[in-house]
């Protein structure tokens, strides 16, 4: 059973950083689409960020050029670097790693911004 592992949540005052992991178990790790997603209370879940397998990279417009998404291969794990943080980041962020048709997602992890 393929597990992924967030962790690097937490409250931060507005303007700070954070960095979330992800950590997967399984072997496809290399082939697979990886994305960051959030869900803020009373709204849907929404995509953040993907890297393809090839290291290509997509944001939604409200974090660009404050959040980074970066995967190391080798330790099967995706990174989101995430800036001057907003209160509306606040939400709980998913990871996702998406490959052959087969969607994993992680148990979440809570990040909230607030002075």
């Known amino acids: 059973q393929v597990q992924l592992v967030e962790s690097g949540g937490g409250l931060v005052q507005p303007g700070r950083s954070l960095r979330l992991s992800c950590t997967a178990s399984g072997i496809m790790f290399s082939i697979s689409l990886m994305g960051w997603y959030r869900q803020a209370p009373g709204k849907e879940r929404e995509l953040v960020a993907t890297v393809s397998r090839g290291g290509d990279v997509n944001y939604v417009d409200s974090v660009k050029g404050r959040f980074t998404i970066s995967r190391d291969n080798a330790k099967k794990t995706v990174y989101l670097q995430m800036n001057n943080l907003k209160p509306e980041d606040t939400a709980v962020y998913y990871c996702?790693?998406?490959?052959?048709?087969?969607?994993?997602w992680g148990q979440g992890t809570q990040v909230t911004v607030s002075s």
């Open positions: 996702n790693q998406y490959y052959i048709s087969t969607d994993i």
